[in-house]
């Protein structure tokens, strides 16, 4: 017989957890980067946030997915492809060939800019915004402004990594907020 991996019960991230490598100084002085390519190169690491992610989700009627460039784009088109919803980009600016609509914002590094092509949302389409990292917030709440300037409504936000001493959940509001691993 051979031996299989058998599921974390205590921490079912716990794996996952551990392939995060933190790289200090990038992309500049100060700032911890979570580096996440080591956990995507892990397929049971992956698989079990992608399981992690989509769970609260089934069933509540998602009908797209909004990946935010460019690591919300890895976990945001798995997750639309599980939840069966629509997978909308929200690019950096001048990546989009269409008309778009814009929103400018602050990161913890940058000041920035999110674009999303004019019409990619339904009227009221249940809209899931999908992430890797939720930092000071900033980046989740442009992708909201983005999502109901179209006229869409924001279900939920998901993340894989939280930075939670960086008070993003509270200033993304009321709005629901999912994350695994909380730091
Ligand atoms: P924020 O707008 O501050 O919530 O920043 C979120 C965005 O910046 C996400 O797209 C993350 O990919 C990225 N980000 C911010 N801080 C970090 C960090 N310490 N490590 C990795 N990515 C980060």
Redesign the pocket.
């Known amino acids: 017989m051979t031996t299989m991996p058998q599921p974390d019960v205590a921490d079912r991230f716990a794996h996952a957890r551990s392939l995060v490598r933190d790289v200090p100084d990038f992309p500049k002085a100060g700032?911890?980067?979570?580096?996440i390519t080591p956990l995507l190169a892990s397929p049971r690491a992956f698989h079990s946030l992608l399981d992690g992610l989509a769970e609260p989700f089934i069933g509540e009627g998602i009908d797209a997915v909004v990946g935010?460039e460019a690591?919300?784009f890895i976990f945001g088109a798995a997750l639309a492809a599980r939840l069966n919803a629509s997978f909308v980009p929200a690019r950096k600016p001048g990546k989009l060939p269409a008309a778009v609509d814009r929103v400018e914002?602050e990161?913890?590094?940058s000041t920035a800019a999110l674009e999303m092509h004019t019409g990619s949302l339904r009227e009221g389409a249940r809209t899931l915004i999908v992430?890797?990292?939720?930092?000071?917030?900033?980046?989740?709440v442009a992708a909201a402004s983005l999502v109901e300037r179209q006229g869409a409504v924001v279900h939920a936000l998901a993340f894989a990594l939280e930075?939670t001493f960086?008070g993003?959940r509270g200033r993304v509001g009321a709005l629901p907020v999912v994350s695994l691993l909380r730091y």
């Open positions: 700032i911890v980067f979570k580096d935010i690591r919300g914002y990161t913890e590094y992430d890797d990292v939720l930092a000071t917030g900033g980046t989740a930075l960086l993003g």
